[in-house]
Each structure stands twice: as C-alpha cells, then as structure tokens.
C-alpha cells in the first residue's frame, strides 16, 4: 500500500510563504503524476497543482498561477509545493495525492493515494 506524508503546514501572515513537501513510499517511475489539492472550511476540495513524473511538467489552478510552485525529487520520491504571496483564502487542509496513469489531472477523481493533509492557515 502506498503512503504518502506531507509536512510543512502552518501558520503564516497574509504575503507571506510555505513550502509543503510530501513523500511518497510507492515507486514513482510506475506513477503519471502527484499533485496538490486543498479544503477550506464548509468547502469542497479543490484542485491546486499537479506535476508529471516522467517529465516534470506542471498544471495550477488559475487561483494559484504565479504565486505557487510544484516540483518533483525523483531521488527522494517527494514533491514540494512553493507557496508565495499567500493570502487569506489559501487557508484550509492540504492534501498530497498520486496518480497511477493519468497526468494533468484536475478532479479528486484522478488519484489514486491521498497523504492524511497538512494545515495552512494564513492570517490578515
């Protein structure tokens, strides 16, 4: 069974920054791509970014675009997310997820693995 753990959540000040890391136990060379997604409050999941293993290729949400980064260590089977410029609304659960065939996806749907989420709070 694949586990995935994510670290790096906490509290920030509205523009400042965090990075999430999240480290997979499954072998990434078998996997499409990992990505990102969060839950605020009262909220559906949603979408942040993803990355492909095989070329690194990334996709964000257009709430995101800009002030994010996703990258993949292939040495350390992990993926980091570069949070910048953050802002209130960033606020809510991150959740680290891994896709055995589909790349680019956008929908909870696509994943297969999910980490058990970190949270980020940022404040006005």
């Known amino acids: 069974q694949v586990q995935l753990v994510e670290s790096g959540g906490g509290l920030v000040q509205a523009g400042g920054s965090l990075r999430l890391s999240c480290t997979t136990s499954?072998?990434?060379?078998?996997?499409?791509?990992m990505g990102w997604f969060r839950q605020a409050p009262g909220k559906e999941r949603e979408f942040v970014a993803t990355v492909r293993w095989s070329f690194g290729t990334t996709l964000y949400a257009d709430s995101v675009k800009g002030r994010f980064t996703i990258s993949r260590d292939n040495a350390k089977n992990a993926v980091s997310l570069q949070m910048n410029s953050l802002k209130p609304e960033d606020t809510g659960v991150y959740y680290c997820?891994?896709?055995?065939?589909?790349?680019?996806?956008?929908?909870?749907?696509?994943?297969?693995?999910w980490g058990q989420g970190t949270q980020v709070t940022v404040s006005s």
């Open positions: 997820a891994q896709s055995r065939t589909i790349v680019n996806g956008r929908l909870s749907s696509d994943y297969d693995y």
């Open positions: 499954g072998r990434p060379f078998s996997n499409a791509a």
